[in-house]
């Protein structure tokens, strides 16, 4: 139970928490400049990206 009361469970499907590595591959710009993560640990830069699904399609423009 946490200091708030609640409670939690984190189910896992390998053994070792936290493997195999997952990223979303899109990270904010702004989270980026909050974490202060430096630039060399970035890949590329994008503008912009799209979500799609069998019943809609999105674009995304990012403000850099």
Do not use: C, H, M
């Amino acid at each position: 139970q946490s200091k708030l009361g609640l409670k939690a469970i984190v189910v896992e499907r390998s053994s070792e928490i936290g493997y195999p590595a997952k990223s979303s591959a899109l990270t904010w710009v702004d989270v980026i400049k909050k974490w202060r993560i430096p630039e060399k640990a970035i890949k590329q830069w994008y503008t912009g990206f799209e979500l799609q699904s069998l019943y809609s399609k999105k674009k995304f423009k990012i403000n850099s």
